[in-house]
């Protein structure tokens, strides 16, 4: 059984810092491709940060980018640090894995993920 579990949410002023986590378990995750995302209230998920298998190509979505940094480590855990956060950046967070065939592959849309985890709520107070 494939389990992601995120934690770190929280609520944090506007300025300020978070570190999301996701624990994968029940697979070995180092041919995966990996993802967050974030659904706010009353919206469609939307892409925020993605990463490949061997770390070496990330993206993000522009209203992070320059913000928030994705890595992972070598024990299944991915990670999204956020800092400077804003009132616009509160939603439930939401990690995502998917098998990636080849090296450098990311991926950017919801569909494109085979697992997810529950969501972690962030609130960003003005």
């Known amino acids: 059984q494939v389990q992601l579990v995120e934690s770190g949410g929280g609520l944090v002023q506007a300025g300020g810092s978070l570190r999301l986590s996701c624990a994968a378990s029940g697979r070995t995750f180092s041919d995966y491709a990996m993802g967050w995302f974030r659904q706010a209230p009353g919206k469609e998920r939307e892409f925020v940060a993605t990463?490949?298998?061997?770390?070496?190509?990330t993206d993000y979505s522009d209203s992070v980018k320059g913000r928030f940094t994705i890595s992972r480590d070598a024990k299944n855990t991915m990670f999204l640090e956020m800092s400077r956060l804003k009132p616009e950046d509160t939603a439930v967070y939401y990690c995502?894995?998917?098998?990636?065939?080849?090296?450098?592959?990311?991926?950017?849309?919801?569909?494109?993920?085979?697992?997810w985890g529950q969501g972690t709520q962030v609130t960003v107070s003005s």
């Open positions: 995502a894995a998917t098998f990636s065939a080849g090296y450098n592959r990311i991926f950017h849309t919801p569909d494109d993920y085979e697992y």
């Open positions: 990463i490949s298998w061997n770390t070496l190509n």
